[in-house]
């Protein structure tokens, strides 16, 4: 400890920031909020018409760029120029849209590769690029309200954003000028907004059902600490499928096939007003081309059950990550504007066995805990927040099979190395394929990244040692570092999001992974034993190709007949098959392999000097 | 160009004693509690959080400091981690090669067999998750007995055993997972 204290130059100002203030932001799917903390109690920021909810919505007109209420209001009118939901594409390719099918809602630019983007009044641009207007703008906000320049920044992101998502997310804000200080997960920081306010103890539930996801975490609170212990979410569920539940409902009532994007974005709007009315009415109406679709509440939840039985499953696997029954949580925390709806609250009410904290206002909620944990990190505080990563990251390894590396759930920051080798002879480069996901496969993983390390001196297979080196930071970013230990050849990347990357289909990935737990598992097997069985063939090949004349007659043709069989076995999907044959080999192969021994040793022998001998 | 993986993972604070990270005695027998508090203390005085705004170095050593201090408490946590940290500081390492003595292999083989055989029978599958429990804990007093009389070579051999016995235990979790999974689908 004191060496680290010793490395402390005087001339280095030893005041955290004194002088300088950081703001709170939300960064939503359907809307954002700004927010500030002085002195430990947070405040959401308005605007000049004292609005403090800004829509997500910016509107492109040629040079003229518009956020917010104006951009809604123009997307209801069905203007151009506008994109709403941009974070849903945050870290993302275009193939990962094909296949979740969120392309339909947006005028994709079909002619890039990589990170997808968009085509709004003329001009191609990428998510970041819209993400960093809105931050512009909540920027200029908090600067308007505070009447002084604002550089610094805590943003929160869904628990379950991957590592692209993460760094597009940063990306965003140093293209609006801000200094991110720390990103921190929304359901962390609605913990922090109501743990600091009321000095709770104790195990808590923080229920995020927002516009586009939904994010569980359990989290213990104990002396200031807040310590995250599980999290689990879906990435591809929020209030925006509630509106598209209405939408559908009354594209069916009135026989009417899927309208224009622009007539759809009117409809989508319309069934959220009725939605919103259905909070405190029992009936509403959705009022669409001059025609009005009556929806009664019991209607509505019949319509949104499925989705909230979604949100319960997660808490499910949440609660059982965290070692805890649904009645040993001590609290139950409500965020996100889809809490509003009564049905969602009952529900988690009726899960928990214990009615939910709603105190604070549910769609400032993640603004004032960013605020106050802006604070602590300018002013110095004594809480403390322990995230977890949510999802396990790993390598690809022979055969397809991802070696995970770090786990899901592990505290952050975090780094783990793991030593590899090469598996052929003389293989002097090393394709190194970072992923994250809980699947065993490559194909069923997020790929992250590829490097190759090269430089690798020529050696037997398996004699190289590689060190690979996985670095999560305390934002939840991670680094890969290669090193070949015998020469110190060296390469490092800082995963960006560059490759087929999205944070959808997280969720999904992860149940997948629990129900093909067990065919994944007989499939690495297989996997495994046919790698075996290759090696077994390759090191019987080396062997005759070096040693051809100890062989005695028939014998190579003996050897070459079960690894003929050896080979078959390799082709078919029989496990078992494959062992035995394997084994058989090794059986045929025996007396010769001894000789090939025996001569070794002699052959060593002889080159033992004589008086070594002695 | 494929890799081939060697070995276990490696903690970069492996080389460490854990328990000097947290500043705590060494000792199998861990009270929970008092690891928990041990690990905010040291988390509260070395986490990035702390560190916002200081100088990059004092930034860069405070996260590997960080690093260690978690790699610590998850391993410190778990009795069957925390049994194999005391033997690696004691030059024994455990790992995925390490050969067990044939009658544990024997006993494990068995009661993989069992859960296999009981696969389907959701009662049954839960009346050897208890047994397991049960086994586990008589293995892991097994291990503290053994670490209080150093006597290491029986220490390995419980360990072996408690990792085989915590296989068992995930493999007997999956499958009723899985009959709960099918009861659902059979539902719909």
Known sequence: MGTLMQIYEPGQTPLPHADSVAIGIDLGTTHSVVAIATGGAPEAIHDAHGRAIIPSIVQYEGAHITVGHEARRALAEGEAGVVASIKRLMGKSASDLQQSGDAAAY????????????????????????????????????????????????????????????????????????????LINEPTAAALAYGLDSEAQGVFAIYDFGGGTFDISVLKLEQGVFQVLATAGDTELGGDDMDRAIAAHVLQVRQLAVPTPALYAQLLAASRAAKEALTTRDEADVMWEGERTSISRAAFEAMVQGLIARTMDCCSDALREAGFEPSQVDGVVLVGGSTRVP???QC????????????????????????????????????????????????????????????????????????????QDGQTALKVHVLQGEREKVEDCRSLAQFVLRGIPPMAAGAARIRITFTLDADGLLSVAAEELTTGAKQQVEVQPSYGLAFEEIERMLRD???????????????????????????????????????????????????LRVQRAIAGVDREKIDHEVAQLNHVVGSFAQRRMDAAIAGALQGVSVDAME | MTMDRLGNLTYIARMHSYYEILGLPVAFELNLKTLERAYFDAQRQWHPDRFVGKGEDLREQAAIRSMQINDAYETLKNPLARARHLLELRGIFIDDDSNPPPALLMEVM????????????????????????????????AIADAFNTEDWPVMEEEVLRLGYYGRALEEAHMLIYRLKANHAKEHH
């Open chain 1, 107 to 182: 005028v994709l630019d079909a002619a890039t590769e990589g990170m997808v983007r968009v085509q709004a009044a003329g001009r191609s641009l990428s998510p970041v690029e819209i993400s960093a207007e809105l931050l512009k703008h909540l920027r200029s906000m908090a600067e308007e309200a505070l009447g002084r320049a604002v550089s610094k920044a805590v943003i929160t992101v869904p628990a379950y954003f991957d590592d692209a998502a993460r760094a597009a997310t940063k990306d965003a804000a140093k293209l609006a000028g801000l200094e991110v200080l720390r």
């Open chain 1, 343 to 345: 049905r969602v609250k």
């Open chain 1, 348 to 423: 988690v009410a009726d899960f928990f066995g214990k009615p939910p904290h709603d105190k604070l206002d549910p769609d400032l909620v993640v603004a004032l805990g960013a605020a106050l944990q802006a604070e602590a990190l300018t002013k110095g505080s004594d809480n403390l927040l322990l995230d977890v990563t949510p999802l396990s990251l790993g390598l690809e390894t022979m055969g397809g099979i991802v070696e995970k590396i770090i786990y899901r759930n592990t505290p952050i920051p975090t780094a783990v190395a793991q030593e590899f080798t090469t598996y």
């Open chain 1, 513 to 563: 992974s629990m129900e093909h737990a067990r065919t994944d598992i007989l499939e690495r097997l297989l996997i495994e034993a046919r790698v075996e069985a290759e090696r077994s063939l390759q090191d019987v090949a080396s062997a005759i190709a070096k040693d051809a004349a100890l062989l005695r007659p028939g014998e190579r043709e003996m050897i070459e007949a079960q690894a």
């Open chain 2, 110 to 141: 068995e009661l993989r067999e069992r859960i296999q055989e009981v696969a389907e029978d959701g009662r049954a599958l839960h009346a050897e998750l208890e047994s397991l429990k049960k086994a586990m804990g008589i293995s892991t007093q």
